[in-house]
């Protein structure tokens, strides 16, 4: 279309998608067995054919052609306060039996949350990317642990792009961001295992294989401002749950920056490196003592009455108190240790996968090995044992686990700027009773 002046517009492209509005009594689940469903309704209408995927040529609309779409939006906006469980399921012995145990994770979220979806349906030169954000507002995150604290955040802002190749085996990348703002975060030995469990879940239960193998990276950005990060630090590492009288160690801080990439680009690899990259700026290490403990009263009084002094005998200011915190208040008996203006963590974490065994005896049995079983009813007696019998045959006591390569953690930890430190020992004995948590 030519304007009176000379300039050209072009018309938008067609809008196809799907509005989604959720009122009163809103419930959301899903998790590992839903996203299962998702993927064969995908597989149905839009079945996977292993050729290389044709570039998308857009061409003008002609008048009185039908217009060309390029993508399917999907907008789910939430209206009143609502709840959304990601539920998933473990295998358990129970007398005797194996029989699914169902985990959760809980969550409450205020008006204004919303979701969006974007599904390409043009392919460029180099692929295509499906695109999913949202907001959660005042969320309010439990486990369906004995302990139940998880998170509880003003906003939690998520955004996740997918990138496809144009060829189906090509590598993928996923790129996983997460922002929340005055966020609280309880952290917990066990959740490592229930959120292990809920990975395990989610991830496909089929055998690797060569032929339909897929590599992709998952890079992941965790960002909160103004944050408190709680964890426990009983001795024996034991947790109230009824009554809350637990030890706690807490990092809370203005900026928490949280980089790593999650590499599956190689087939059965015999090692896998990771790399963790954590950034703080105005990081406080608070710690807390229960009512109960024969140290609680003597910190506390130790931290409002001291008398701090400069090397020229001039009065140091104590931590400043103008923060925000919501759980790790100075009037609830927390006191502040360690005050980093800025602060790098780098993690490098090098281990040895162990993938999950195929069928039997195909995949897990070389082809000499093989042979050597298929001419064993042939051979003389006496004959020597193959690997697999020696390997078949060793028990659990004569497994000697030096003889394996050991995995590698290096840990660096840089402080650019001037700290200040309150020692006390409480806080290596708390330290201690982390490690051993």
Known sequence: MRLPNGDEVTAPTPVWGLDIQCEKGTN????????????????????????TMKVFIFIASVPGEI?????????????????????????????????????????NVQRGSYFEMTLPWTVSDDGYVTKINGQFLHVDASSSLNYRNLLEAETLDYRVNVHYPRVWNHHQTWDLEFN????????????????????????????????????????????????????????????????QANAHIAFCGELFDLRFTLPFTDFLPETVLLKFIIVGENVDLSLFLPPTNTSSNIIT????????????????????????????????GWVDCWHVP?????????YHPVPPVGPSPQANVSTPEKEELLLSPIRAPHRKKSPMEIINNLTPEQFDPTSVTADCINVDLRITKPSEIKLYGSVLRMFINLKVS
Not at 31 to 38: I, L, M, S, V
Not at 184 to 212: C, G, N
């Open 28 to 51: 959301l689940s899903y998790g590992p067995w839903a996203d299962r469903q998702r993927e064969q309704l995908f597989l149905f209408f839009f079945p996977q054919d292993y050729q």
């Open 67 to 107: 217009r060309q779409v390029q993508q399917f939006d999907v907008r789910l906006n939430i209206l009143a306060e609502a709840t959304v469980d990601i539920l998933f399921s473990k295998l358990i012995m129970r007398d005797g039996k194996q029989e699914n145990q169902t985990n959760a994770v809980h969550m």
């Open 180 to 243: 929340g703002c005055k966020a609280t975060y309880h952290f917990l030995y066990a959740h490592k295992e229930f959120f292990q469990d809920m990975i395990e879940d989610w991830s496909s239960r089929v055998p690797p294989d060569l032929l339909h193998f897929v590599p992709y990276s998952w890079n992941f950005i965790i960002r909160m401002q103004e944050f408190e990060l709680i964890t426990l630090a009983n001795g024996y590492n034991w947790v109230d749950c009824e009554h």
């Open 301 to 332: 009084a130790l931290s409002r009455n001291a008398r701090l002094i400069e090397k020229e005998d001039r009065p140091k200011h104590s931590f400043s108190s103008e923060k925000w915190r919501k759980f790790c208040k100075l009037s609830s």
């Open 342 to 350: 800025e602060l790098q963590l780098s993690i490098s974490y090098t």
